[in-house]
């Protein structure tokens, strides 16, 4: 227990400094490709970030050999939407009012953010129906997940805003006196980073599992409640960093863009491989991102999210939590 406790903290602090070495990155390629905050933020970041808990789903459901194996894959993609839509985003609101802002609204494109929620809940109600079916041609709408995910892409760098300003970025952590870094030295030190999350991240989630074992609790639950966590680990760093740095606008947008990936590829992978068939905890996990999705939206949509209610979205998973522990001890 000592060595899983050492480890789990151990991974856990290297996540978070190798997530500095990759948003400090991004930046740069952002900036190279004459990319917006908001681009940055929802496709490059997120695509980088989303890497850890795609994988997760990946090994589950391809080289899963039991049912248990590959729920583990489903849970996660049910669960790591979840936690993005509750936990990520309360996150920012919490770091942001422990900064003085507890009564300011949030500094970001709230239109486009609130067009990112409604595609996300348009993907999330069809994910969602589609394990309450079953039928032969089933496993062929993955690709119309993948699809859309290409289209939002798509979109997001058509739209995109002025490219990010140098003024506001630091020196590349790899070339710190280069006022000027090549998109080469970017593009290492991103990829460098990204590894050391992605193997660290193996580790976070390996402890994870093994507390999980040594507290009694089943694989729905490390599937649903315990993975998804660990997994979108990066995300909620990379959002702490932002923020702390006073660029909100790339932290909400980064969660933004991972949302997407987590409701289309790993769907995509699991509809390909499995029978998709949801029961009561995984249709609760979708009824509580939602929920969390709906309140987002309305506010985004009005241009009204404040900080306080952005820190409350977190409430939607402690609920979630609490049923998942009814169900498994009634």
Same mark, same amino acid.
């Given at each position: 227990?000592?060595?899983?406790?050492?480890?789990?903290?151990?991974? %856990?602090?290297?996540?978070?400094?190798?997530?500095?070495?990759?948003?400090?990155?991004?930046?740069?390629?952002?900036?190279?490709?004459?990319?917006?905050?908001?681009?940055?933020?929802?496709?490059? +970041?997120?695509?980088?970030?989303?890497?850890?808990?795609?994988?997760?789903? /990946?090994?589950?459901?391809?080289?899963?050999?039991?049912?248990?194996?590959?729920?583990?894959?489903?849970?996660?993609?049910?669960?790591?939407?979840?936690?993005?839509?509750? @936990?990520?985003?309360?996150?920012?609101?919490?770091?942001?009012?422990?900064?003085?802002?507890?009564?300011?609204?949030?500094? %970001?494109?709230?239109?486009?953010?609130? !067009?990112?929620?409604?595609?996300?809940?348009?993907?999330?109600?069809?994910?969602?129906?589609?394990? @309450?079916?079953? /039928?032969?041609?089933?496993?062929?709408?993955?690709?119309?997940?993948?699809?859309?995910? +290409?289209?939002?892409?798509?979109?997001?760098?058509?739209?995109?805003? $002025?490219?990010?300003?140098?003024?506001?970025?630091?020196?590349?952590?790899?070339?710190? !006196?280069?006022?000027?870094?090549?998109?080469?030295?970017?593009?290492?030190?991103? +990829?460098?980073?990204?590894?050391?999350?992605?193997?660290?991240?193996?580790?976070?989630?390996?402890?994870?599992?093994?507390?999980?074992?040594?507290?009694?609790?089943?694989?729905?639950?490390? +599937?649903?409640?315990?993975?998804?966590?660990?997994?979108?680990?990066?995300?909620?760093?990379? $959002?702490?960093?932002?923020?702390?740095?006073?660029?909100?606008?790339? $932290?909400?947008?980064?969660?933004?863009?991972?949302?997407?990936?987590?409701?289309?590829?790993?769907?995509?992978?699991?509809?390909?491989?499995?029978?998709?068939?949801?029961?009561?905890?995984?249709?609760?996990?979708?009824?509580?991102?939602?929920?969390?999705? %709906?309140?987002?939206?309305? !506010?985004?949509? !009005? $241009?009204?999210?404040?900080?306080?209610?952005?820190?409350?979205?977190?409430?939607?998973?402690?609920?979630?939590?609490?049923?998942?522990?009814?169900? /498994?001890?009634?």
């Amino acid at each position: 227990m000592f060595l899983t406790l050492f480890l789990f903290f151990l991974s %856990a602090l290297v996540i978070y400094f190798a997530c500095e070495y990759f948003v400090n990155g991004i930046e740069w390629v952002g900036h190279r490709f004459q990319l917006g905050a908001t681009a940055t933020g929802t496709v490059l +970041a997120a695509f980088g970030t989303a890497l850890p808990e795609s994988a997760v789903t /990946f090994m589950a459901v391809v080289f899963g050999t039991t049912p248990e194996q590959k729920d583990i894959g489903v849970g996660a993609a049910m669960g790591g939407p979840l936690v993005l839509a509750t @936990l990520a985003y309360a996150v920012v609101g919490l770091a942001l009012w422990r900064g003085g802002r507890s009564a300011a609204r949030i500094n %970001a494109d709230q239109q486009r953010l609130a !067009r990112d929620q409604a595609w996300f809940m348009g993907v999330f109600v069809v994910k969602v129906v589609l394990g @309450l079916v079953a /039928f032969a041609w089933k496993p062929w709408l993955g690709f119309v997940f993948l699809g859309v995910y +290409a289209l939002y892409v798509r979109r997001e760098l058509a739209n995109d805003e $002025a490219c990010l300003d140098c003024d506001d970025l630091e020196p590349l952590k790899l070339r710190p !006196r280069d006022p000027d870094p090549t998109m080469a030295w970017a593009c290492i030190q991103t +990829a460098l980073a990204l590894v050391v999350i992605a193997a660290a991240s193996h580790v976070f989630v390996r402890q994870i599992e093994l507390l999980g074992i040594a507290f009694g609790a089943s694989p729905h639950v490390a +599937a649903l409640l315990l993975a998804p966590v660990a997994t979108e680990l990066p995300e909620i760093m990379n $959002a702490l960093i932002w923020v702390r740095q006073g660029k909100e606008r790339l $932290a909400l947008a980064n969660i933004s863009g991972a949302m997407m990936i987590q409701a289309t590829i790993p769907s995509a992978l699991g509809i390909f491989l499995t029978p998709w068939l949801l029961d009561g905890p995984l249709l609760a996990a979708g009824l509580f991102t939602l929920l969390s999705i %709906a309140l987002l939206w309305l !506010r985004f949509r !009005r $241009a009204g999210m404040s900080v306080p209610v952005l820190s409350t979205v977190g409430g939607f998973y402690g609920l979630f939590a609490l049923y998942l522990g009814w169900h /498994f001890v009634r």
